[in-house]
């Protein structure tokens, strides 16, 4: 089984800087590309990062030069580091990881539960 834990959320004021913390249960090195999702109220689950096993990240273009994905393998952790951050980025934070399977020729989805950050005055 595969077991992803966010933490790191909470209530921050605009222009603030949160850091989110994904620890898996198991070597992050199996999996394709760890990733950081995000659901705003009224709005469909999206990506915002994505760092693949070869450490190259990708970002959606509202947190470009706002946010630093970036991952330890020691630590079976991925981080997101979230800077300037603003109102529009309240959102509940989902970790993904993306695991490949060879015997469907698919990516296989693993979510954690979710970590609200709040930017608020």
């Known amino acids: 089984q595969v077991q992803l834990v966010e933490s790191g959320g909470g209530l921050v004021q605009p222009g603030g800087s949160l850091r989110l913390s994904c620890a898996a249960s198991?070597?992050?090195?199996?999996?394709?590309?760890m990733a950081w999702y995000r659901q705003r109220p009224g709005k469909e689950r999206e990506l915002v990062a994505g760092?693949?096993?070869?450490?190259?990240?990708n970002y959606a273009d509202s947190v470009k030069g706002r946010f630093l994905i970036s991952r330890q393998n020691a630590k079976n952790t991925v981080f997101l580091q979230m800077n300037s951050l603003k109102p529009e980025d309240t959102a509940v934070y989902y970790c993904?990881?993306?695991?490949?399977?060879?015997?469907?020729?698919?990516?296989?989805?693993?979510w954690g539960q979710g970590t609200q950050v709040t930017v608020s005055s």
């Open positions: 760092i693949t096993r070869g450490d190259i990240p």
């Open positions: 198991g070597s992050i090195t199996r999996f394709n590309t």
């Open positions: 993904n990881a993306k695991l490949w399977k060879p015997v469907i020729s698919a990516e296989t989805d693993y």
